[in-house]
Nanobody
């Protein structure tokens, strides 16, 4: 059983939008940076975005800047990734991961996966051309 649970994936046409969620019942996400990763067919898993515990910092990989928005609601222990203007190259399995950061230092996207204490099982996003 995976500690985190992603939802919201699906099939969408190029230019469309999807919203992903990351949560886990009974688990407080508050002290954690939450990161989104994706793994596209034939490629290594890559970092997409991250957000600090207090939402005072967020970062994105260059290919999604201006199109994706990460946010969180600590009261609901949920982190969101709103994806707009989707492209076929956004296709992949999207994962969320948690990095313990109780002092809300800035987050950096991706990096050594050994930094992340918790992962989800992933949700499939498919963008058709």
């Amino acid at each position: 059983q995976f500690p985190l649970v992603e939802s919201g994936g699906g099939l969408v046409q190029s230019g469309g939008s999807l919203g992903l969620s990351c949560t886990r019942s009974g688990f407080r996400l508050g002290p954690y940076n939450i990161h989104w990763f994706r793994q596209s067919p034939g490629k290594e898993r890559e970092g997409v975005s991250c957000i600090t515990p207090r939402s005072d910092g967020a970062n994105y990989t260059d290919s999604v800047k201006g199109r994706f928005t990460i946010s969180r609601d600590n009261g609901k222990d949920t982190v969101y990734l709103q994806m707009n203007s989707l492209k076929p190259e956004d296709t992949g399995v999207y994962y969320c991961a948690a990095e313990y950061n109780p002092l809300s230092f800035p987050c950096t996207v991706g990096g050594d996966e050994g930094r992340y204490e918790l992962w989800g099982q992933g949700t499939q996003v498919t963008v058709s051309s």
